[in-house]
């Protein structure tokens, strides 16, 4: 660990030439005495417990200044720097002399912060604040191009958070509306996710109406999805809530659809319209109405259902139906991938036994249907003779009349 001095104010080399020689951190003096790092700062694991003063050097690549945990205050650090300003796993309690603008990404996560006061206005991408102990987004910037991340704090609203972002994530915070959040999400240099997860949500409203990538609401105990976004291109996860029906949802997801472990009875009001997986194990379904026609795997494990009708007639990837207590496959995509079935693992639908493949009801419903159509064409053949028998005795009956 480099050796740390007390810097006093001598003439002679300032304070941040002494600093950044001992440090070995090349730098270029300008002719009206400007300090110019062409590359990084990095003062990772020093024991720092202040900065000295480098509030007048140009840092042109990243100012990294972290794990340094008796480090309180960001005084004395540069204001000028065009790559990204990382002062997390500090023990900062203000955000004060931090620079106003920053070009790439602020990263101010895991400190001991309790307000965004002094926080730069814009930055150039993304704006890390999570695992502190803040109350409020007051003084957060209006627009962030790639991700706003403010997970792992004390919100309980998202009131002044940026309008404009790339992505969002508010997921482990208090919050019971997401009312105020981010009005839209447009993915540039970032994903476009929109993370709100083990929150107290009591519904959804509020969220942005087009999420182009990835949402997430696991584990925010919500009763219903209505209010929530009406297009989602990525996957959309609302596993681990207590959620009885699927109203609210999008109608077409682009990718993945994942409901499970909640309370499910019906997903008769899901999408239609799913571009990668379905998963709707661990709730109390008896029926997969509702299910869309076409999916790359499908899990609907630990669900009381009554048969596989209505399931999904092409799903090429894993069929997941263990502990539905059906012991019959009737029903099952015959294009899936591998079954995964109370009675047994087949790798395709082709290894599924005959026996297995319909039911002794359906087998009796299909005998019974057929007796009963020919039973229709025999009475239908029967009335057509009699028909011609009399249509015929009417005939000679004529030709004997003079």
């Known amino acids: 660990m480099a050796k740390i001095h007390i810097f006093n104010k001598v003439s002679g080399p300032s304070e941040a030439e002494l600093a950044l020689t001992e440090w070995k951190i090349p730098f270029e003096k300008a002719e009206d005495g400007t300090i110019i790092v062409p590359g990084d700062l990095t003062l990772n694991n020093m024991g720092l417990k202040s900065l000295p003063d480098l509030s007048k050097v140009i840092v042109k690549g990243n100012f990294v200044c972290v794990n340094n945990y008796e480090l309180t205050s960001l005084k004395g650090g540069p204001q000028v720097v065009h790559g990204t300003y990382q002062c997390n796993n500090n023990g900062l309690t203000s955000l004060e002399y931090a620079p106003k603008e920053v070009g790439i990404d602020f990263i101010c996560w895991k400190n001991k912060l309790t307000s965004l006061k002094h926080a730069p206005k814009k930055v150039g991408r993304n704006f890390c604040c999570d695992g502190n102990q803040l109350t409020s987004l007051e003084h957060a910037p209006e627009t962030v191009p790639g991700s706003f991340d403010c997970k792992e704090n004390q919100l309980t609203t998202l009131l002044h ?76 996860y609302a596993y681990d809530n207590e959620l009885v029906n699927l109203k609210g949802s999008p109608a077409i997801v682009g990718k993945g659809f994942a409901v499970g472990r909640n309370k499910l009875v019906s997903i008769e009001d899901g999408p239609q319209q799913v571009g990668e997986n379905y998963s709707c194990q661990d709730n109390k379904l008896t029926s997969l109405k509702g299910a869309p026609a076409t999916v790359t795997e499908f899990s609907c494990e630990d669900n009381p259902l009554e048969s596989f009708a209505h399931a999904p007639t092409s799903c ?25 079935s109370d009675i047994d693992t087949f790798d395709n639908w082709d290894a599924v036994p005959q026996r297995l493949r319909i039911s002794p009801e359906t087998i009796a419903r299909q005998e019974r249907e057929h007796r009963e159509e020919v039973d229709r064409i025999t009475l239908g053949s029967t009335v057509l003779q009699d028909s011609l028998s009399i249509r015929k005795g009417t005939i000679q009956i004529k030709a004997k009349t003079p």
């Open 316 to 340: 090429k990837g894993n069929f997941w139906c263990r502990k539905t207590g059906q012991k019959y496959l009737e029903g099952i995509p015959q294009d899936a991938g591998k079954i995964f």
């Open 161 to 236: 958070a940026p309008h404009t972002v790339g992505a969002f994530d508010c997921s482990s915070n208090k919050l019971t509306s997401l009312e105020h959040g981010p009005s839209l999400i447009t993915p540039g240099t970032y994903t476009g996710k929109y993370e709100c997860r083990n929150n107290p949500l009591k519904s959804l409203k509020g969220a942005p109406a087009h999420i182009p990538d990835n949402f997430v609401c696991t584990g925010c105990k919500l009763p219903t999805l209505e209010g929530g976004p009406a297009q989602v291109d990525g996957h959309y």
